[in-house]
């Protein structure tokens, strides 16, 4: 079993930051996992923003959130981080922790957190 807890998520206005958190219990981290993360607005497709490889060694981003967002993972912890800066009310979404095989495609990914909802005010 692999369970994926994220927080961190929250009301902020455009330019600011926040940093979420997934917590990952199981074999997650041992076995060998890449991390993901996607957000989902309202009305649209659930999308790839950010993932890392199990050494943190490789990580990916789409195209909007480079140079602002940082992904990261302290596998000791078993937990994984995106940091997220300079936010845009485009950003809103509720943002999913994954885990899996990776890739830029949810189809990826096996083991899915139940999301937090980021809000980015202007």
């Known amino acids: 079993q692999v369970q994926l807890v994220e927080s961190g998520g929250g009301l902020v206005q455009a330019g600011g930051s926040l940093r979420l958190s997934c917590a990952a219990s199981?074999?997650?981290?041992?076995?060998?996992?890449?991390m993901g993360w996607f957000r989902q607005a309202p009305g649209k497709e659930r999308e790839f923003v950010a993932s890392i490889m199990w050494s943190g060694a490789r990580t990916y981003y789409v195209d909007s959130v480079k140079g602002r967002f940082t992904i990261s993972r302290d596998n000791a912890k078993n937990t994984v981080y995106l940091q997220m800066n300079s936010l845009k009310p485009e950003d809103t979404a509720v943002y999913y922790c994954a885990a899996g095989a990776g890739g830029y495609s949810f189809g990826g990914y096996d083991y899915w957190g139940q999301g937090t909802q980021v809000t980015v005010s202007s």
């Open positions: 199981g074999r997650t981290f041992s076995s060998g996992y890449a």
